[in-house]
């Protein structure tokens, strides 16, 4: 489990982290992703809210959803503002 900023900064460009609980990790995802959107949590069995059009920088909360197979409650993220994936983008999940 990642611990401090270092870490999820590290941990982030590796796509996939293990951080501490819901408010820690929103509290993370501000600092590190500073202007981001945080969306409307994402309901288990309901359509995921929509990402507004040319919002490039955002996160939301992911419940757990056993039976397609998260385990664990999370956080996707995705910062375009740099670039794609592979150009300078940031794109992932958090679980806690």
Do not use: S
């Not at 982030?12 to 609980?21: D, L, N, R, T, W």
């Not at 995705?78 to 679980?95: I, P």
Request: hydrophobic share 40%; charged share 15%.
């Amino acid at each position: 489990m990642a611990n401090n900023l270092d870490e999820i900064i590290r941990a982030i460009h590796a796509y996939q982290a293990v951080v501490g609980a819901e408010a820690q990790t929103r509290h993370l995802l501000q600092q590190i992703l500073h202007d981001a959107v945080e969306l409307p949590p994402a309901i288990a069995g309901q359509p995921y809210p929509k990402v507004p059009p040319g919002c490039l920088n955002w996160f939301q909360f992911h419940p757990a959803e056993p039976a397609v197979g998260n385990a664990k409650p999370y956080f996707k993220y995705q910062n375009w503002t740099n670039g794609k994936k592979g150009r300078g983008g940031l794109w992932g999940q958090l679980q806690f």
